[in-house]
Nanobody, 125 residues
Framework: EVQLQASGGGLVQAGGSLRVSCVAS????????IGWFRQAPGKEREGVAV????????WYSDSVKGRFTVSKDNAKNTAYLQMNSLRGDDTAVYYC??????????????????WGQGTLVTVSS
């Protein structure tokens, strides 16, 4: 059974940092990419970042580029999203998902087959 467990969300002040993690099981972690999405209240789910299977290639949305860093540790079956310089509009539930997207599809949630339960990040201004 594929499982993705996201954690690390919380309340942080604007300008602060937070790291969310995604622990995976039930599949060969090193063979798959891990995508991070977020959904703010009343908004559609948005692709934030993705790290390819080996961990070497990463793509980011323009809204987080330069502030967020995505990574994965294949030895620990864990992916991370380090979020720095957080802003109020980063407030959302953050989800991790597993798939094998290409550059043109990584923002499309339909590319990912399995999803974690989400972790809430609240940025206070």
């Amino acid at each position: 059974e594929v499982q993705l467990q996201a954690s690390g969300g919380g309340l942080v002040q604007a300008g602060g940092s937070l790291r969310v993690s995604c622990v995976a099981s039930g599949f060969i972690f090193e063979d798959y990419s891990i995508g991070w999405f977020r959904q703010a209240p009343g908004k559609e789910r948005e692709g934030v970042a993705v790290v390819r299977s080996s961990g070497g290639m990463k793509w980011y949305s323009d809204s987080v580029k330069g502030r967020f860093t995505v990574s994965k540790d294949n030895a620990k079956n864990t992916a991370y999203l380090q979020m720095n310089s957080l802003r109020g509009d980063d407030t959302a539930v953050y989800y991790c998902a597993v798939g094998n997207p290409i550059l043109s599809t990584w923002r499309d949630s339909r590319t990912y087959r399995y999803w974690g339960q989400g972790t809430l990040v609240t940025v206070s201004s």
